[in-house]
């Protein structure tokens, strides 16, 4: 199983990234997915989630409004659509596998992870 995080970089406050999850090696149709990050000497945090077909998604209190996650079921690729960025979303993006299908906030029920990829946000 692959999960292969891309479309990090630096970017200056106010503006847009859009992080792509390719995934390989499993049913993709069958897990809900879920985009999380870590910042340096902090606890990796739930960014978004979304389920098996689209249907629900959800999102932390920091991101709400400004992030937007998606999801293409023929490519086997999530995505996370990240506008209005502020320094305090700097941080390692990872994509994961929810194997209840939901996309939920549970850390424990995602089965797969990526490396992650870097996002940086400059004042």
């Known amino acids: 199983v692959q999960l292969q995080a891309s479309g990090g970089g630096l970017v200056q406050a106010g503006g847009s990234l859009r992080l792509s999850c390719a995934v390989s090696?499993?049913?993709?149709?069958?897990?809900?997915m879920g985009w999380f990050r870590q910042a340096p000497g902090k606890e990796r945090e739930f960014v978004a989630g979304?389920?098996?077909?689209?249907?629900?998604?959800r999102y932390s209190d920091s991101v709400k409004g400004r992030f937007a996650i998606s999801r293409d079921n023929a490519k086997n690729t999530v995505y996370l659509q990240m506008n209005s960025l502020k320094p305090e979303d700097t941080a390692v993006y990872s994509c994961?596998?929810?194997?209840?299908?939901?996309?939920?906030?549970?850390?424990?029920?995602?089965?797969?992870w990526g490396q992650g990829t870097q996002v940086t946000v400059s004042s």
């Open positions: 090696g499993l049913t993709f149709g069958s897990y809900g």
């Open positions: 994961a596998a929810d194997f209840r299908g939901s996309g939920t906030t549970t850390i424990a029920s995602y089965e797969f």
């Open positions: 979304i389920s098996r077909r689209s249907g629900d998604t």
